[in-house]
């Protein structure tokens, strides 16, 4: 799958997820393409990974995994929880 084809699949599975996941109350409950970015994308032969998250202030980001040979694409979402320095010598 070329970049350009994983990244709005991968897009739309995010759409399709928050959608479906939040609270019809929530002022946030719907978002659309142009909510949706990607942090980092990947491809390695036929394999493509990207890490998206959205304008929501929800601390979710969202990994997105396309299996090439099984021609399968892969969701996790995560939460942030905290973000904290490590200082290495």
Not at 17 to 26: I, V
Not at 61 to 88: I, L, P, S
Request: proline share 1%; charged share 25%; net charge positive.
């Amino acid at each position: 799958m070329q970049n350009k084809d994983f990244v709005n699949a991968a897009v739309r599975a995010v759409i399709e997820y928050f959608n479906n996941q939040a609270d019809s109350t929530d002022k946030n409950g719907h978002i659309t393409e142009k909510d949706v970015f990607v942090v980092w994308l990947c491809k390695i032969l036929q394999n493509n990974k990207a890490l998206l998250s959205t304008t929501v202030p929800d601390g979710m980001y969202y990994e997105v995994t396309y299996n090439g040979e099984k021609k399968e694409m892969y969701v996790d979402a995560y939460k942030k929880w905290k973000n904290f320095v490590v200082k290495v010598n």
